[in-house]
């Protein structure tokens, strides 16, 4: 869903919630591995878990704040009749629901699975690869987040990566997606070009 829609702006500003002194670089670290797994060099005792009911609440009480990327409903509809086409995200599935519902693309999408399906992504994952009895090669995942490149890559999933959302280019390529795109019009194109030329 950071694909589709802008929201590190919000993400970093509700930060505090878990990380009171927290600052921009050692927030986007926070995702180069799952978020909900550990703190990656900082220092986080019990009291984050707690933290992540009202870190949700205010997320969806500030929602509007976050804004379809300005393209990527095209690129959603057009990969649709391609493709089926799946969401796996950290975030609570309503978030999700209120970025797709107003264009009507939440159809599109075979399962959204949010936070509230589970914290592991690699688990989401697989659980649609076993549900569709479905080959990895088959999949490409495309994500802002060099977290989401490793754990995609734990089921030998290949990425594509963006260079709008969390992570700058010389954080994402750390991961060796199979691209990095700079644009909507770029990022159809090379899921394209993946799946011609698997």
Same mark, same amino acid.
């Given at each position: 869903d950071g694909?589709?829609?802008?929201?590190?702006a919000l993400a970093y500003d509700l930060a505090p919630k878990r990380h009171p002194h927290i600052d921009m670089p050692t927030h986007k670290k926070l995702f180069e591995g799952n978020i909900f797994e550990g703190t990656y060099g900082m220092e986080c005792g019990p009291e984050c878990k707690s933290e992540? /009911? %009202?870190?949700?609440?205010e997320l969806l009480a500030r929602k509007d704040e976050m804004a379809l990327?300005? /393209?990527?409903?095209?690129?959603?509809r057009d990969c649709a009749d391609n493709h089926d086409m799946f969401i796996v995200s950290s975030t609570i599935e309503e978030a999700i629901h209120h970025i *797709?519902?107003?264009l009507k693309l939440?159809? *599109?999408?075979k399962e959204i *699975?949010?936070?509230?399906? /589970?914290? %592991?992504?690699?688990?989401?994952?697989? %659980?649609? *690869?076993?549900?569709?009895?479905?080959?990895?090669?088959?999949?490409?995942?495309?994500?802002?987040?060099l977290g989401d490149i490793r754990e995609a890559g734990r089921l030998s999933i290949s990425a594509i990566a963006v260079s709008w959302g969390f992570h700058d280019r010389e954080t994402l390529m750390r991961g060796e997606p199979l691209a990095f795109v700079e644009s909507p019009a770029a990022l159809q194109a090379a899921i394209e070009s993946h799946f011609m030329n698997p």
């Open positions: 694909v589709i829609a802008e929201r590190y992540y /009911g %009202s870190f949700w609440a990327v300005p /393209g990527m409903d095209a690129v959603v *797709l519902d107003p939440r159809p *599109l999408f *699975l949010g936070a509230n399906a /589970g914290e %592991s992504k690699v688990a989401k994952i697989r %659980s649609i *690869l076993a549900k569709y009895d479905a080959d990895p090669a088959h999949y490409v995942f495309i994500t802002d987040t």
